[in-house]
């Protein structure tokens, strides 16, 4: 992912990438990637998280 990736929930940069179960993907921001985790975990194919580049 890149600075141009924004949260679907708030604009904000975009630390993890959902790919869903069903089709489509979602992006999130790392406050509401974490909010939604438990939900997101159930209904996704895949979850690309580099949340931790924040720590760098």
């Known amino acids: ?3 141009a ?3 679907d929930r708030c604009g904000a ?4 990438r959902v790919t869903l179960s ?3 993907e979602l ?3 790392a406050h509401h990637g974490k909010e ?3 939900r997101l975990k159930q209904v996704a194919l895949k979850i690309q998280d580099e949340t931790d ?4």
């Open 1 to 3: 992912m890149n600075a």
């Open 5 to 7: 990736d924004r949260c």
């Open 27 to 29: 992006l999130f921001c």
């Open 53 to 56: 580049r924040l720590a760098r």
């Open 13 to 16: 940069q975009a630390y993890m």
């Open 22 to 24: 069903g089709g489509g």
């Open 36 to 38: 939604h985790a438990d």
